[in-house]
């Protein structure tokens, strides 16, 4: 038999008895084994109350009462409990007989049906607490959910928020380019319309106009037939010549490069006086290494013709003192342009000269025109840019006027020179694989650079001009040559007149000073004693060398005359108060003897030599 505790709760009690209920399949010994315990327990009650009911009537009165009430209370509310158990036991006791009755087996199967009732009970208790458990789960997911998209659509709204400003703004703004669009087509519109009316108001003013022009072409008609038969009548008179001279003179004034400088269309040309000051060279002599210069036999330069080469037309060897006084006394006396070369040795003096005007305020670097010349041993291309600088430095200028190629016969002296009479010395050969157009590069670049303001060329022909005219890139500003009345390059002046080329005439006066050349030249005539030069000279009241002087002039032509006497240099220039009438033009271009003053006999054999008539006469 089973030991039960009697001191533990009733409760704990009923509970075991369910437990063995539950535990048991056989309900009976269930029974069997809780009715013992049930009588223990109600024995145990029955007898602990009279055990404490005895004890009470021991103790004081008062407090034993009092306990034993409460404790008799406390029994009583027990009661029940008992009472509920005794209920129980006849349900177990009707349990029990029923399983008496129908057998353990089907008590059994009540059991294990009460069992899989209970289980299926517990299941679904556990699928119920299960689904809770998901639901509760799902609950906290759906509220995780829930603020996730509540935050979501705070922060869609903000966005969406943002966007519909943007958007106002955006239609804000574009509202306001399409106003200002409407404007601008409105104002277009508005031009459009004013353009219109403008164009419709040119039309009738062009129409007017081309009716005008109509009209104006046929007075042009009308006047030009006039001025045709003007220029008929002129051609007819002996005034045409000047008319045309006129002209001339006035495009020259105008147009011309140096029209602007040439005021007086003439200056001193230096340049041979001091060629005789150079003392060293006055003792030579035509001997055997100059007369067979360069092989070639110069048959006919005598002794006297070399005198006046060396020591040039103006006489005795002039000194650098009597230079400068001929200078200041040229510029004194208004001339502006000074034509010198590296050959005539003088660069120096005239830069001197020239520095002594500037720096006392007479003359300003502006008011003069300096032109100076590539001497013919100076051409090797390579060479050119350095020797202009050093013409530069003598003339102690920043910028050359005018710039020529003295002569088209390159030459390479055989040792150092610094003149032809040295170089004759030395002895010298033909250059002749140079090429002028090379040289002319040259010059082209020191034009481009600042530092020859025009280039040109001097002593070519017809040919060299054109061929040197059609190669270049700069064209040719400007040929000396010799030029008067028995010399007049009709020519040349024809082609520079077509090539707008200005010319330029060395010995203007005919070289009075240079003596005839030998047996051969004793017939040549000088220009200052031609019979028609002294007639006009008695009919103008002027000298001859004015004459001629002005006639050039009146052809287009600037004129260099050279002179070291002071008397003459000035009356060279006072030929602007009188005009030679075109017949007396025409009688001095109609003079027809002919001879060069210059033969430049030393380079005669040369490829380049310009002189064609001298060669073919040879
Ligand atoms: P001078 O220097 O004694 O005056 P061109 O310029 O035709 O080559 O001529 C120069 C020569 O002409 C020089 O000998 C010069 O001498 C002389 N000459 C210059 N002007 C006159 C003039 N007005 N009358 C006469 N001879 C002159």
Same mark, same amino acid.
């Given at each position: ?54 004890? /009470? ?7 034993? /009462? ?52 209970? @289980?299926? $009970? ?109 220029? !008929? ?6 005034? /045409? ?8 003179? $006035? ?59 060396? &020591? ?33 040795? &003088? ?75 040295? $170089? ?5 050969? @033909? ?27 001097? @002593? ?17 500003? @400007?040929? !000396? ?14 082609? /520079? ?122």
């Amino acid at each position: 038999m089973a030991h039960y505790h009697t001191d533990s709760s009733d409760d704990e009690g009923y509970e075991l008895i369910d437990n063995c209920i539950r535990g048991h399949a056989n309900t009976q010994s269930a029974i069997t084994k809780i009715e013992p315990f049930a009588v223990v327990l109600r024995d145990d009650i029955q007898l602990r109350a009279q055990q404490e009911q005895e004890q /009470c009537l021991n103790r004081e009165e008062s407090n034993i /009462c009092q306990e034993s009430k409460t404790r008799i209370a406390e029994l009583k509310e027990q009661m029940p409990i008992w009472e509920n158990s005794k209920a129980r036991r006849s349900d177990y006791r009707e349990q029990a007989e029923f399983v008496n009755d129908d057998g353990p087996i089907v008590y059994l199967r009540a059991a294990e049906k009460e069992a899989s009732h209970h @289980n299926e $009970m517990a299941l679904k208790d556990a699928q119920i607490e299960h689904l809770n458990r998901m639901m509760k789960l799902m609950k906290e997911e759906r509220e995780e959910f829930e603020t996730m998209v509540r935050k979501e659509r705070k922060q869609r709204m903000v966005h969406v928020n943002q966007i519909n400003q943007a958007k106002a703004e955006e239609e804000k703004i574009s509202k306001k380019t399409m106003e200002q669009k409407d404007k601008e087509i409105e104002r277009l519109r508005r031009i459009l319309e004013l353009n219109e009316i403008i164009i419709d108001e040119d039309t009738q003013k062009i129409n007017e106009l081309s009716n005008e022009l109509k009209n104006v072409k046929i007075m042009a008609e009308i006047e030009s037939s006039h001025y045709r038969d003007q220029v !008929q009548a002129l051609k007819s008179n002996s005034d /045409c010549e000047r008319f045309v001279q006129k002209e001339i003179q $006035m495009e020259l004034q105008q147009h011309r490069i140096f029209g602007f400088r040439l005021t007086n269309y003439i200056a001193p040309r230096i340049a041979e006086v001091v060629w005789g000051s150079q003392a060293s060279l006055k003792g030579l002599r035509v001997d055997d290494d100059i007369v067979k210069v360069n092989g070639v036999d110069v048959d006919g330069l005598q002794q006297h013709e070399f005198d006046w080469l060396i &020591n040039g037309s103006a006489g005795p060897a002039t000194d650098p003192d009597q230079l400068r006084a001929t200078l200041r006394t040229a510029l004194d006396a208004g001339y502006r342009l000074i034509d010198t070369a590296y050959l005539y040795q &003088n660069e120096d003096i005239i830069g001197e000269v020239l520095e002594e005007y500037f720096s006392t305020g007479k003359l300003k670097r502006e008011d003069v025109f300096v032109t100076t010349k590539l001497p013919l041993f100076a051409m090797e291309p390579e060479a050119v840019a350095a020797f202009i600088k050093k013409q530069l430095t003598a003339l102690r200028l920043s910028y050359i006027d005018l710039y020529l190629i003295h002569t088209p016969c390159a030459v390479r002296a055989r040792g150092p020179c610094k003149s032809i009479p040295e $170089m004759s010395k030395v002895g010298y050969d @033909n250059a002749d694989d140079i090429e002028l157009i090379d040289v002319w590069r040259v010059l082209e670049r020191g034009y481009k650079d600042g530092l020859l303001k025009a280039i040109g060329v001097s @002593n070519f022909n017809v040919r060299q001009l054109q061929d040197l005219y059609d190669k270049a890139e700069i064209k040719p500003a @400007n040929l !000396q040559i010799e030029l008067h009345i028995y010399w007049p390059q009709n020519a040349l002046v024809q082609l /520079c007149e077509q090539l707008n080329i200005v010319i330029t005439a060395y010995s203007p006066i005919g070289a009075p000073g240079k003596p005839n050349f030998g047996p051969a030249q004793s017939t040549v005539r000088a220009p200052l004693h031609d019979e028609v030069v002294a007639e006009l000279a008695k009919k103008y009241g002027k000298t001859p060398a004015q004459i001629l002087l002005r006639h050039i002039v009146q052809r287009g032509i600037v004129a260099i005359p050279k002179s070291t006497n002071e008397k003459r240099v000035r009356e060279n220039i006072d030929i602007f108060d009188f005009e030679l009438n075109a017949a007396d033009e025409t009688r001095l271009l109609a003079i027809d003897y002919r001879t060069r003053m210059f033969s430049f006999p030393f380079v005669r054999n040369h490829r380049h030599y310009p002189f064609d008539e001298l060669k073919s006469a040879e």
